[in-house]
């Protein structure tokens, strides 16, 4: 049998010209490069993420594997900067990016591991380049590189050669150009004079134990009406990036935790989170430390609030770190869909691991007495109405073509299903539906699919905001599990939704609710039936929406996952004024 030559990436610098190809996944083949795929002789690899036990089996693997790597971690990071900080110190910092490290390396390595089994392959073309341009400075930093082709490339490479280099030849590519990790935008002028006028402002009138709340998700309105309720002066914090500090691979010559078998997976992360560890976390942590010091934030905060901060904000969550260690408590409110939904939350696993109180929209757990529910978050923006002649509104999603988690779904099914529901349509409906793509393409070319597709389909991107465009139209569709239906159905805005079950798994506890919206003709499991729905309709989508089983659903749907109660504003004073000190 003839070997064929394995492709990582979309680079085309690594594409053979005369030798049968095997492309690693659907990421390798842009839309808008078929003309030149589609002329070589190739197959591309099976997703091995279609067994989905075997992703549910993954998921609980490396939820438990991260929380070892973190122990091990924290005691290193200890050793390397003088310090004695707790695990829960280094969690909340550190904890978001090995998270999604570990889950991207576990998806390369399985993928390689896969293909050099299947005995397919004998050769891969790489690029060569230098290991201290594929470092992150950053979480934000490393958020932006893993969903480039680039750094993937870079990634598959060294896994090659370091664990795989007996399955099949590399070649390396002399004559390929790629592109080095791009430097940090600069804040704009106007941006900085504002940036500065606030913070000069804040400097004045902080206090050392003020509760400090920073993207809550909450209305800036009701975010001042708050803290006058705390009994301090309002304030508005805004994030910082970290300085860019330089790789250095002499300090990264260490290993955490034990090297069983270099064929393992455990071996393999132990041996690369040195190797990738942003610069923050190690080259320019005492930098960091500093530039969260001289922040003009509280000293000693009694609470500490945010929804979206926790994540990427690194200057951030180490003085939120800093602050857990003397006693602030930690509140992080839910920053959107998939939470208390998904069967696959890692963000839930991380937040509940670091902080004191999570809020959520409506749903609770028994697993876990630290789910506080106080209803959407955003519910204060004042509502949506429809506009009875207008279009049908089909919200789009788009996802990285290089998965940083274990997706349930894959782009190229669900972008099939968008174009099944609009065919599906009798033709004087399709001619109203105003599709919105999503505002990053991940280079997926939504645009050019559609054209192809459906070339008389009216397209739209983010030149409008998503509640100006449903202002304008008469029937949101909603095709993924996340924000947008909970906006939707929490303002009584007439909303479809649809996707396929199997792709995007619900958990147990929610089956239920979406059971009801089913019931009722909101949820549609197929596009054929969201279609049908739509067209049977059409011609009183009001009447339809306003009817007692539509709204009765809703309702009891709306109270569990995009709840609005009148005391919430109440329920958030409560719950930031009980400090940990109090808890004590």
Same mark, same amino acid.
């Given at each position: 049998?003839?070997?064929?030559v394995?492709?990582?990436t979309?680079?085309? =610098?690594?594409?053979?010209?005369d030798?049968p190809v095997l492309f690693?996944?659907?990421?390798?083949?842009r839309?808008?490069?078929?003309h030149?795929?589609?002329s070589?002789?190739?197959?591309?690899?099976?997703?091995?993420?279609?067994d989905r036990?075997?992703?549910?089996?993954a998921? !609980?693997?490396?939820?438990?594997?991260v929380?070892?790597?973190?122990?091990?971690?924290s005691?290193?990071l200890n050793?390397?900067?003088?310090?004695?900080?707790?695990?829960?110190y280094? +969690?909340?910092?550190?904890? %978001?990016w090995?998270?999604?490290f570990?889950?991207?390396?576990y998806?390369?390595?399985?993928?390689?591991k896969?293909?050099t089994?299947?005995?397919?392959v004998? *050769? =891969?073309?790489?690029?060569?380049?230098?290991?201290l341009?594929?470092i992150p400075n950053?979480?934000?930093?490393f958020?932006?590189?893993?969903?480039?082709?680039?750094?993937?490339?870079?990634?598959?490479?060294q896994l090659?050669?370091?664990?795989?280099?007996?399955?099949l030849?590399?070649i390396?590519?002399?004559n390929?150009?790629?592109?080095?990790?791009?430097?940090?935008?600069?804040?704009?002028?106007l941006?900085?004079?504002?940036?500065?006028?606030i913070?000069?402002?804040?400097r004045?009138?902080?206090? +050392?134990?003020?509760?400090?709340?920073?993207?809550?998700?909450l209305?800036?309105?009701s975010?001042?009406?708050l803290?006058?309720?705390?009994k301090?002066?309002?304030?508005l914090?805004?994030?910082?990036? %970290?300085?860019?500090m330089?790789?250095?691979?002499?300090?990264?010559?260490?290993?955490?935790?034990?090297e069983?078998?270099?064929?393992?997976?455990?071996t /393999?992360?132990?041996?690369?989170? %040195?190797?990738?560890?942003?610069? @923050?976390?190690?080259?320019?942590?005492n930098n960091?430390?500093?530039?969260s010091?001289?922040?003009p934030?509280?000293k000693?905060?009694?609470?500490?609030f945010?929804?979206?901060?926790f994540?990427?904000?690194?200057?951030?969550?180490?003085?939120?770190?800093?602050?857990?260690e003397?006693?602030?408590?930690?509140?992080?409110g839910?920053?959107?869909g998939?939470?208390?939904?998904s *069967?696959?939350?890692v963000d839930?696993t991380h937040?509940l691991?670091?902080a004191?109180?999570?809020?959520?929209?409506?749903?609770?757990?028994?697993?876990?007495n630290?789910?506080k529910?106080?209803?959407k978050?955003?519910?204060?923006?004042?509502n949506?109405?429809? =506009?009875?002649?207008?279009?049908?509104?089909?919200?789009q999603? *788009?996802?990285p073509?290089?998965?940083y988690?274990l997706?349930s779904?894959?782009?190229?099914?669900?972008?099939?299903?968008?174009?099944?529901?609009?065919?599906?349509?009798p !033709?004087?409906?399709?001619q109203?539906?105003?599709?919105?793509?999503?505002?990053?393409d991940?280079?997926?070319?939504?645009?050019?699919?559609?054209?192809?597709?459906?070339?008389?389909?009216s397209?739209s991107?983010d030149?409008?905001?998503?509640k100006?465009m449903l202002?304008r139209?008469?029937?949101?569709?909603c /095709?993924?599990?996340?924000?947008t239906?909970l906006?939707?159905? *929490?303002?009584?805005?007439?909303?479809?939704?649809?996707?396929n079950?199997?792709h995007? !798994?619900?958990?147990?506890e929610?089956?239920?609710?979406?059971d009801?919206?089913?019931? @009722?003709?909101?949820f549609? /499991?197929?596009p054929e039936s969201?279609?049908?729905?739509?067209?049977?309709?059409?011609?009183?989508?009001?009447?339809?929406w306003?009817?007692?089983?539509v709204?009765?659903?809703?309702?009891?749907?709306?109270d569990?996952?995009? @709840?609005t %109660?009148?005391d919430?504003?109440?329920?958030?004073?409560?719950?930031?004024?009980?400090s940990?000190q109090?808890?004590?």
């Open positions: 049998m003839t070997k064929r394995l492709v990582t979309s680079l085309e =610098c690594t594409w053979p010209k030798q690693l996944g659907e990421w390798c083949k839309y808008s490069r078929k030149v795929w589609e070589l002789d190739y197959k591309t690899m099976p997703c091995h993420w279609d036990r075997e992703v549910h089996k998921h !609980e693997m490396l939820i438990e594997l929380e070892e790597l973190i122990v091990e971690l005691s290193k050793e390397i900067h003088g310090a004695n900080y707790s695990t829960r280094w +969690k909340i910092l550190v904890g %978001p090995l998270h999604r570990t889950r991207i390396l998806d390369r390595w399985s993928s390689i896969q293909v089994e299947s005995g397919e004998g *050769s =891969c073309y790489v690029c060569k380049k230098q290991q341009d594929w950053d979480m934000a930093d958020t932006a590189m893993a969903i480039d082709d680039d750094w993937n490339e870079a990634l598959y490479h090659l050669s370091k664990y795989f280099s007996t399955k030849e590399l390396i590519n002399q390929s150009r790629v592109n080095k990790t791009k430097q940090m935008s600069k804040t704009p002028f941006r900085g004079v504002i940036l500065f006028i913070n000069t402002y804040n004045i009138f902080v206090r +050392k134990n003020n509760h400090f709340l920073i993207s809550t998700y209305p800036i309105q975010e001042i009406i803290q006058l309720r705390l301090q002066i309002p304030k914090w805004t994030g910082i990036r %970290p300085d860019r330089n790789a250095d691979l002499s300090q990264r010559k260490w290993s955490i935790g034990r069983p078998n270099k064929k393992c997976f455990s /393999t992360v132990r041996q690369m989170i %040195p190797l990738h560890i942003p610069t @923050a976390y190690l080259e320019g942590f960091l430390v500093t530039k010091y001289r922040q934030w509280p000693h905060p009694r609470s500490i945010t929804s979206n901060s994540s990427g904000d690194d200057v951030f969550k180490l003085w939120a770190a800093s602050g857990v003397i006693g602030s408590r930690f509140v992080i839910q920053h959107g998939f939470y208390g939904t *069967s696959l939350s839930e937040i691991s670091i004191d109180v999570f809020l959520t929209w409506g749903w609770g757990s028994c697993k876990s630290k789910i529910t106080v209803g978050l955003k519910w204060l923006v004042s949506c109405q429809p =506009c009875n002649n207008g279009p049908v509104l089909l919200v999603l *788009s996802e073509r290089y998965r988690h997706a779904h894959r782009t190229s099914d669900y972008i099939d299903d968008q174009f099944t529901f609009v065919q599906s349509l !033709e004087k409906i399709q109203e539906v105003k599709v919105r793509l999503y505002s990053v991940y280079g997926w070319d939504q645009k050019f699919r559609w054209q192809a597709e459906l070339p008389k389909i397209l991107g030149e409008l905001s998503i100006k202002s139209s008469r029937i949101c569709i /095709t993924y599990n996340a924000t239906f906006e939707t159905m *929490s303002w009584n805005y007439p909303t479809l939704m649809f996707w079950p199997e995007w !798994e619900m958990r147990n929610a089956q239920p609710y979406f009801i919206l089913e019931s @009722a003709g909101i549609h /499991t197929t969201a279609a049908k729905k739509l067209t049977e309709i059409w011609n009183n989508i009001d009447d339809w306003q009817s007692e089983k709204q009765e659903s809703r309702e009891i749907f709306c569990r996952f995009a @709840a %109660p009148p919430m504003m109440d329920k958030l004073e409560s719950i930031l004024r009980f940990v109090d808890k004590n």
